[in-house]
């Protein structure tokens, strides 16, 4: 009933810029806490950055400077600007979303299909 779609990946030189944009869809009540994770090949997936539905933030070391989580709460949507990439930003970026569905306090985990975004050096 709860859909997350990514879009914005592709392929990219190092130096250039893509944005990522999820958008939440079905029967949601109240989304808290949103994100963005990603995994390379081979590794296991990582924190880049999260944001709460006030708009407090917080990144990975790595990506501090570089990437710019933002949210629009009104059309339930988080978006990830990353500028300055580099090859080994090159990985399947996953959105996430924390949401409440009914009356209850219950928050759930959500995910979505992931998005490709690859950096050529």
């Known amino acids: 009933q709860v859909q997350l779609v990514e879009s914005g990946g592709g392929l990219v030189q190092a130096g250039g810029s893509l944005r990522l944009s999820c958008v939440v869809s079905?029967?949601?009540?109240?989304?808290?806490?949103m994100g963005w994770y990603r995994q390379a090949p081979g590794e296991q997936r990582e924190l880049v950055a999260t944001?709460?539905?006030?708009?407090?933030?917080n990144y990975a070391d790595s990506m501090k400077g570089r990437f710019t989580i933002s949210r629009d709460n009104a059309k339930n949507a988080v978006y990830l600007q990353m500028n300055s990439l580099k090859p080994e930003d090159t990985a399947v970026y996953y959105c996430?979303?924390?949401?409440?569905?009914?009356?209850?306090?219950?928050?759930?985990?959500?995910w979505g299909q992931g998005t490709q975004v690859t950096v050529s050096s």
């Open positions: 079905g029967r949601v009540v109240y989304t808290n806490v």
């Open positions: 996430n979303a924390n949401i409440r569905t009914d009356a209850s306090m219950r928050f759930t985990p959500y």
């Open positions: 944001i709460t539905f006030g708009g407090a933030t």
